[in-house]
């Protein structure tokens, strides 16, 4: 995308995420949590070299935690994010799949103690090859199926 089509959806501070699959833009949206009010613009089926299409988000006044990043890496392993301030990227990072995933997926199994109704435990997957394993009962999650047990 060339500096003048970027400068449409112009932001002056906080956190532009490129690289997105296709179609998935909403879903980091929803999973951000991004505050209704804030300005947010979501450039969708956008020509990439990466995939045959991506989206791009915007937030202006967001800046994205560790955790954040950690969460978009699962459903966008090859995103970029960059932080703009004064309208100008001043950082720009890749965002690496990681290799224990705590809290944000939900097991598969349903009678995994993860999902028991008695005392369930804070999940943990570990990855493994190109799935992920939940760390308790050993189920396998392959990355394509990541984005329907988000806990979000
Ligand atoms: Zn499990």
Same mark, same amino acid.
Do not use: W
């Given at each position: 995308?060339?500096?003048?089509?970027?400068?449409? $959806? #112009?932001?002056?501070?906080?956190?532009?995420?490129?690289?997105?699959?296709?179609? !998935?833009?909403?879903? +980091?949206?929803? *999973?951000?949590?991004? @505050?209704?009010?804030? !300005?947010? +613009?979501?450039?969708?089926?956008?020509?990439?070299? !990466?995939?045959? #299409?991506? @989206?791009?988000?915007?937030?202006?006044?967001?800046?994205?935690?560790?955790?954040?990043?950690?969460? *978009? $890496?699962?459903?966008?392993?090859?995103?970029? *994010?960059?932080?703009?301030?004064?309208? #100008?990227? +001043?950082? /720009?990072?890749? &965002?690496? =799949?990681? @290799?224990?995933?705590?809290?944000?997926?939900?097991?598969?199994?349903? $009678?995994? *103690?993860?999902?028991?109704?008695?005392?369930?435990?804070?999940?943990? =997957?570990? /990855?493994? @090859?190109?799935?992920?394993?939940?760390?308790?009962?050993?189920?396998?999650?392959?990355?394509?199926?990541?984005?329907?047990?988000?806990? &979000?």
């Amino acid at each position: 995308m060339s500096e003048e089509k970027l400068s449409v $959806s #112009k932001i002056v501070k906080g956190t532009a995420i490129d690289h997105i699959p296709a179609g !998935r833009g909403f879903l +980091v949206q929803k *999973i951000l949590k991004i @505050d209704p009010t804030a !300005r947010t +613009v979501i450039i969708a089926n956008v020509d990439s070299k !990466r995939y045959d #299409k991506k @989206d791009l988000i915007k937030i202006e006044g967001k800046y994205l935690t560790p955790k954040e990043v950690n969460i *978009i $890496s699962l459903i966008a392993p090859h995103a970029t *994010i960059n932080k703009i301030e004064n309208s #100008k990227v +001043v950082e /720009k990072s890749e &965002v690496k =799949f990681p @290799d224990v995933i705590e809290e944000v997926l939900k097991c598969p199994n349903l $009678s995994c *103690i993860t999902n028991s109704e008695n005392e369930p435990i804070i999940t943990k =997957f570990v /990855k493994v @090859d190109n799935t992920v394993q939940c760390h308790y009962c050993d189920s396998l999650l392959k990355y394509d199926e990541i984005v329907n047990y988000l806990n &979000v």
